[in-house]
């Protein structure tokens, strides 16, 4: 079966990092460009960041430019999301998906709190 499942979340103060890691399995992991999108508590979905087939390009929502960086690795069929600088406004449930919405992972929660 097809799946994506992420890892790597938790509760972390302002300014810290933690990196989100997305595991593909079953699937052409190679032939997808990748996407990690959020949602904040009581809010709608936000995308976050995409890196393309291949990696040589990655492009990040404003609010995290310079704070997030994303990378993949075919041969183990990951992509992960390293975040810096974590802001309050960071927290909400993570997600992996690929482009097109065909596969979506269950989420793993970020909480960014003092």
């Known amino acids: 079966e097809a799946q994506l499942v992420e890892s790597g979340g938790g509760t972390v103060q302002p300014g810290g990092s933690l990196r989100l890691s997305c595991a593909a399995s079953d699937f052409g992991f190679h032939t997808y460009g990748m996407n990690w999108v959020r949602q904040a508590p009581g809010k709608g979905f936000e995308w976050v960041s995409r890196i393309i087939v291949g990696g040589r390009k990655s492009y990040f929502t404003d609010t995290v430019k310079g704070r997030f960086t994303v990378s993949r690795d075919d041969a183990l069929k990951t992509v992960d999301l390293h975040m810096t600088d974590l802001r309050t406004e960071d927290s909400g449930v993570y997600y992996c998906?690929?482009?097109?919405?065909?596969?979506w992972g269950q989420g793993t929660q970020v909480t960014v709190s003092s």
């Open positions: 998906a690929t482009d097109t919405s065909t596969f």
